[in-house]
């Protein structure tokens, strides 16, 4: 995800072969998570989980956006982003850093396929998880999908935010306001910027073409986020726990395509 700043640029409209594009890069990002699940089991590292995906993607002649992405201290140094329980987003993966029962862990992943990127991420469950920390990985999914229920032409930005945060605000949760969902193309960052909270009727009016990611991180106590000093770790300033999922989403002629759709889930 983007950190929030303010923007105005001009949101690219993508033809139907630059659609084409981004659909196998999300469809190959969509299939690098699949390949990931069944690793994410108590006893294996988050970076083993980045090697396992590092090796997957190039075998495929793909290429990870997030290695040696630019950052304000240092560019990303790993594959992926592995962001264990009250990490919110852009854990960087370690050898030492062992994924244990009870754990929850977002896998981000973003492949590059013929310069498009395809970025999806999911929170998986680490063995037995809590119950209420159960209902915080469920409630972000369907944040998500309330997000993505929103989208058609002539709706607003605003009208995804809302969704999302009406949802996780009456389910008792909060939603972080200093990461927003982004279009993404060629270019991994760019406008508009998807908030996850918001109000209904306000900001950019969605077209056809337009192609961003809804990616809501939500948090079971405060929605605030701190950075750690390697410039990308964001974590919780409660150290509560913090969940997220994202799709890159199309705006249709009459709706919203999920381009990161699993090919497995369509089928199942
Ligand atoms: N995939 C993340 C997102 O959803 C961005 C990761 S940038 C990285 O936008 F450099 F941390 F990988
Ligand atoms: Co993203
Ligand atoms: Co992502």
Same mark, same amino acid.
């Given at each position: 995800? @983007?950190?929030?700043?303010?923007?105005?640029?001009?949101?690219?409209?993508?033809?139907?072969?630059?659609?084409?594009?981004?659909?196998? !890069?999300?469809?190959?990002?969509?299939?690098?998570?699949?390949?990931?699940?069944?690793?994410?089991?108590?006893?294996?590292?988050?970076? @083993?989980?980045?090697?396992?995906?590092?090796?997957?993607?190039?075998?495929?002649? !793909?290429?990870?956006?997030?290695?040696?992405?630019?950052?304000?201290?240092?560019?990303?140094?790993?594959?992926?982003?592995?962001?264990?329980?009250?990490?919110?987003?852009?854990?960087?993966?370690? !050898?030492?850093?062992?994924?244990?029962?009870?754990?929850?862990?977002?896998?981000?992943?973003?492949?590059?396929?013929?310069?498009?990127?395809?970025?999806?991420?999911?929170?998986?469950?680490?063995?037995?998880? !809590?119950?209420?920390?159960?209902?915080?990985?469920?409630?972000?999914?369907?944040?998500?999908?309330?997000?993505?229920?929103?989208?058609?032409?002539?709706?607003?930005?605003?009208?995804?935010?809302?969704?999302?945060?009406?949802?996780?605000?009456?389910?008792?949760?909060?939603?972080?306001?200093?990461?927003?969902?982004?279009?993404?193309?060629?270019?991994?960052?760019?406008?508009?910027?998807?908030?996850?909270?918001?109000?209904?009727?306000?900001?950019?009016?969605?077209?056809?073409?337009?192609?961003?990611?809804?990616?809501?991180?939500?948090?079971?106590?405060?929605?605030?986020?701190?950075?750690?000093?390697?410039?990308?770790?964001?974590?919780?300033?409660?150290?509560?726990?913090?969940?997220?999922?994202?799709?890159?989403?199309?705006?249709?002629?009459?709706?919203?395509?999920?381009?990161?759709?699993?090919?497995?889930?369509?089928?199942?």
């Amino acid at each position: 995800m @983007e950190e929030q700043q303010t923007s105005s640029e001009v949101i690219t409209l993508l033809s139907s072969r630059e659609l084409e594009k981004m659909r196998k !890069a999300c469809q190959m990002a969509a299939q690098l998570l699949d390949y990931l699940t069944p690793y994410v089991k108590p006893g294996i590292s988050t970076l @083993e989980l980045n090697d396992l995906a590092e090796d997957w993607t190039k075998k495929r002649g !793909a290429v990870s956006a997030p290695l040696g992405y630019e950052g304000t201290v240092m560019p990303f140094p790993k594959s992926i982003c592995t962001s264990v329980n009250e990490v919110i987003c852009h854990g960087i993966p370690r !050898a030492e850093e062992i994924l244990r029962d009870g754990d929850i862990i977002n896998i981000d992943v973003t492949p590059i396929v013929d310069g498009y990127h395809g970025d999806t991420s999911r929170t998986f469950l680490v063995g037995n998880v !809590a119950s209420r920390t159960r209902k915080l990985v469920e409630v972000t999914e369907e944040c998500m999908w309330r997000g993505i229920r929103e989208v058609k032409p002539g709706a607003r930005i605003g009208d995804i935010g809302a969704a999302i945060q009406e949802y996780a605000e009456a389910e008792g949760f909060s939603v972080v306001r200093d990461f927003v969902g982004h279009g993404v193309h060629r270019i991994f960052h760019t406008a508009p910027q998807v908030p996850h909270y918001g109000v209904r009727g306000k900001g950019k009016k969605l077209r056809p073409g337009m192609v961003f990611t809804i990616e809501p991180m939500i948090n079971l106590g405060s929605h605030e986020a701190e950075i750690l000093t390697d410039g990308w770790t964001a974590l919780t300033v409660d150290r509560q726990l913090s969940a997220q999922f994202e799709h890159t989403v199309a705006v249709t002629k009459t709706g919203v395509e999920v381009l990161t759709l699993s090919p497995a889930k369509v089928l199942a």
